[in-house]
């Protein structure tokens, strides 16, 4: 038992590391590893039950908790914590020195998760090549609205208000279901992903407890929501998803300041080593799905989603 609660912490310390770099899902390592349908088990049980809490029904939130794997999950979230908490500086330094070569990494890993998403499309068609386009020639529009000045662009607004942070903690949270989005990326789209990050350097305990209050309920609402829409809309949804990774290149731009800015400049001097690294980081990504891919091909379980069934007995659960 000892030994597997630290294989999970280590798993945790994992998918910290890729949801804290816009572009990497830490729903793609936990297909890689092989934990995807157990994580995904407990999420949606956890979801269940604050979603019977928020609505009174204390006995459904009691008998959803006991579907919880919380031996699996409390160590993985502890690794996830450890990754984020000490890898939180490095990327901040590094978005502060190296902006321009950060946003090619960022650019490189985004434009490989478009590749990798199109490919998990079930059924191409004229339809969703559209909704990619219309989705994300909107996205690319809207962005450039917020300005090119550090304090305006949409890598990084300055002095959020606390209810920025609950937004944020809400909406990045869906991703966690989503191999292949990254709920950093989300904060880069949203302006949130510095301020996040100052945040967990900074230690500020109150934007911190504000942002996880928004996450806790954005996952109770919304992830039962996303995942209808993704059994029922599946294509559609991946298409519009598809579209606003695409638009956010204008985040994502290195030049002339990198996530700093949403102007849209050429590179100045010698710009090989952007185009190296972004080159880099799309290769890592698209081999990254490619050996998930096989993976999972290799499961013998073939349904990859769990079914909206009632939760297993407590006893049931504690066994599992």
């Known amino acids: 038992m000892l030994l597997g609660i630290l294989l999970n912490a280590i798993r945790g310390f994992a998918m910290g590391a890729a949801d804290i770099v816009p572009g990497v899902s830490g729903g793609t390592i936990a297909l890689i590893l092989g934990i995807y349908e157990r994580l995904i088990a407990s999420v949606r049980a956890g979801s269940k039950a604050l979603g019977l809490l928020l609505r009174g029904d204390v006995g459904g939130f009691r008998k959803w908790m006991a579907a919880v794997d919380w031996l699996f999950i409390v160590p993985l979230g502890i690794g996830i914590l450890a990754a984020v908490l000490s890898l939180a500086r490095v990327i901040q330094s590094l978005l502060h020195d190296e902006p321009e ?177 972004a080159v880099i980081a799309f290769v890592v990504v698209f081999l990254v799905a490619r050996y998930a891919q096989r993976l999972e091909q290799s499961e013998a379980h073939p349904d990859a989603e769990p079914h909206d069934t009632e939760p297993p007995e407590p006893a049931q659960a504690a066994m599992s």
């Not at 960022?106 to 068609?125: C, D, E, I, K, T």
């Not at 300055?158 to 809400?170: K, N, R, Y």
């Not at 350097?201 to 995942?227: E, K, Y």
């Open 101 to 277: 070569l950060m946003s090619a990494v960022f650019l490189g890993l985004v434009a490989g998760s478009v590749v990798v998403a199109w490919r998990l499309v079930r059924q191409p068609r004229l339809m969703h090549a559209s909704i990619i386009l219309g989705v994300g020639v909107l996205t690319f529009v809207l962005l450039g609205l917020r300005g090119g000045t550090s304090e305006e662009s949409v890598g990084q607004i300055s002095d959020p208000e606390l209810w920025a942070f609950f937004v944020a903690g809400a909406i990045a949270i869906c991703a966690m279901i989503l191999p292949g989005v990254s709920g950093s990326f989300l904060l880069v789209v949203m302006g949130m992903y510095a301020p996040v990050l100052a945040a967990v350097t900074d230690r500020d305990f109150v934007a911190l407890g504000v942002f996880m209050a928004g996450a806790v309920i954005g996952l109770a609402l919304f992830s039962q929501v996303l995942h209808v829409a993704l059994q029922r809309y599946h294509d559609l949804v991946l298409a519009a998803l598809i579209g606003l990774m695409a638009g956010s290149v204008r985040v994502l731009w290195p030049w002339p300041d990198g996530v700093d800015s949403t102007e849209l400049g050429v590179p100045e001097g010698d710009a090989l080593m952007a185009v190296v690294v």
